[in-house]
């Protein structure tokens, strides 16, 4: 009896104080070495009718895409939605052959901004870092559905970063998105 005793009380332990731990503004970051120049990679992260090309998000369900703004930069704006969920991917900075950030909104609670950059690694080869960060749960409690949502993000980016490296490297460059 006391050893049961004992095994709640770490259980409570650590459901209780472990949250305390994990971060307030979580942040993920995934990378991927791609053998193409940036100016051939760029086209397929500025704009977002190329997105449903290599993210992940398109492989597990069908998803309902509509676009406003420019075609491609800042201000470009990409209204989705899917079963059971909507949001809104705006790009906010362009920075050609260099960077993108973005924000995108899930519903009208969950804000997070991101940004995709591009860097020279050698010759015809482009390191991709693709990061993201939100306002974690203020309970924290809560913020076990931040942890969650890092392991589900941080799988969505690395598959959409492999992704993104055979399309750039098996493709001529993209000029035109393809529609």
Known sequence: MKS???????????VGVAPLFLPRRPRIARRVLIRADAAHIFPLI???RNWPRWTAWNQRQEIEYHYDGPAAGAGATQHWRSRGHAGVLHVTQSHEGERIAYTLMMGDRWLLEGAISLEAAAPHQTRVLWISRWQGAALPWARYRDLMMMVWLGHDFSTGLENLRKLAETTAPVLEPVN
């Not at 005793?5 to 409570?12: E, F, H, Q, V, Y």
């Open 4 to 14: 049961i005793r004992i095994r709640l009380g770490l259980l409570a332990l650590t």
């Open 46 to 48: 500025n704009d977002l």
